[in-house]
T-cell receptor, first 114, second 111 residues
Framework: NAGVTQTPKFQVLKTGQSMTLQCAQDMNHEYMSWYRQDPGMGLRLIHYSVGAGITDQGEVPNGYNVSRSTTEDFPLRLLSAAPSQTSVYFC?????????????FGPGTRLTVL | AQRVTQPEKLLSVFKGAPVELKCNYSYSGSPELFWYVQYSRQRLQLLLRHISRESIKGFTADLNKGETSFHLKKPFAQEEDSAMYYCALADRGSTLGRLYFGRGTQLTVWP
């Protein structure tokens, strides 16, 4: 199993550009989520999904959209990038959403918005 | 509201010394606590969870409901323990499976 994969690893955007961060998992996990990691702020939840077709907002959803058309994929879209979105983004998945469960993280995408 | 506090942003110890990474939580329900670790250039991974009562890589953590703490301890630190450590809390009764992370403690173990 590849586990949780993310692409790209690095990305530089200009303010106002849009892009999609890809996340995929091959473990048949129900629950997937996106976090951003900023120095001194820890990990903050952006959006999450408890299954295909079901998504919801986390702590810091503004400026981001998600969709979950399949169990495997959970892309994160930046509609109009802003410098405040410069961060490291982590995708995570876990088997169950009905019980707190071990989350498996992807390697991260380092995004810089100029 | 759930909240996880890790009061130390940075922690340095010498190899062989005991280490304790502090974690306090604020939660009105029945929490489940985790410690996640991120080694340099590696992805975040689970270190241990209180419900399993395991010792992983020599680390242990005890849930103290009276003090609302879940401190991570190791009696003899090793250089390879240098990493960023995150304490996380989940609502055991939650249908959402969400984790709430502290801000992390960067541990450096000097030779």
């Amino acid at each position: 199993n590849a586990g949780v994969t993310q692409t790209p690893k690095f990305q530089v955007l200009k303010t106002g550009q849009s892009m999609t961060l890809q996340c995929a998992q091959d473990m048949n996990h129900e629950y997937m989520s996106w976090y951003r990691q900023d120095p001194g702020m820890g990990l903050r939840l952006i959006h999450y999904s408890v299954g295909a077709g079901i998504t919801d907002q986390g702590e810091v959803p503004n400026g981001y959209n998600v969709s979950r058309s399949t169990t495997e994929d959970f892309p994160l879209r930046l509609l109009s990038a802003a410098p405040s979105q410069t961060s490291v983004y982590f995708c995570a998945s876990s088997y169950s959403f009905t019980l707190p469960d071990t989350q498996y993280f992807g390697p991260g995408t380092r995004l810089t918005v100029l | 509201a759930q909240r996880v506090t890790q009061p130390e942003k940075l922690l340095s110890v010498f190899k062989g010394a005991p280490v304790e990474l502090k974690c306090n939580y604020s939660y009105s329900g029945s929490p489940e606590l985790f410690w996640y670790v991120q080694y340099s250039r590696q992805r975040l991974q689970l270190l241990l969870r209180h419900i399993s009562r395991e010792s992983i890589k020599g680390f242990t953590a005890d849930l103290n409901k009276g003090e609302t703490s879940f401190h991570l301890k190791k009696p003899f630190a090793q250089e390879e323990d240098s990493a960023m450590y995150y304490c996380a809390l989940a609502d055991r009764g939650s249908t959402l499976g969400r984790l709430y992370f502290g801000r992390g403690t960067q541990l450096t173990v000097w030779p």
